[in-house]
Nanobody, 120 residues
Framework: QVQLVESGGGLVQAGDSLRLSCAAS?????MGWFRQAPGKERELVAA????????YYADSVKGRFTVSRDNAKSMVYLQMNSLKPEDTAVYYC????????????????WGQGTQVTVSS
């Protein structure tokens, strides 16, 4: 049974940083961070494999966001720097049973989401 619990969302100002955390239980191969803003489709923001740390980043966050994992603690993190108002969304942690980090359809398990709001 895979369970995911996100934490770390909040209200910040543009240019600030925020770190999201995801506590994972159950065996999976890759973890992803998605976000969904009102009226928009869910977007894969970043992802990482548990094993050798293959990563994926959406173009919109490259250079600003960093995904990492702590295998010993079964934790995945999303460090978000230089936040922009357009980063405002509900952020979801998700798990995949494959190492194809960029394939959205492979993510079958989801956390409850955490709100990130960036004010201008």
């Amino acid at each position: 049974q895979v369970q995911l619990v996100e934490s770390g969302g909040g209200l910040v100002q543009a240019g600030d940083s925020l770190r999201l955390s995801c506590a994972a239980s159950g065996r999976t191969f890759a973890m992803g961070w998605f976000r969904q803003a009102p009226g928009k489709e869910r977007e894969l923001v970043a992802a990482i494999t548990w094993s050798i740390g293959i990563t994926y980043y959406a173009d919109s966050v490259k250079g600003r966001f960093t995904v990492s994992r702590d295998n010993a603690k079964s934790m995945v993190y999303l460090q978000m720097n230089s936040l922009k108002p357009e980063d405002t969304a509900v952020y979801y942690c998700a798990a995949s049973m494959t190492i194809r980090v960029g394939i959205i359809g492979d993510y079958k398990y989801w956390g409850q989401g955490t709100q990130v709001t960036v004010s201008s």
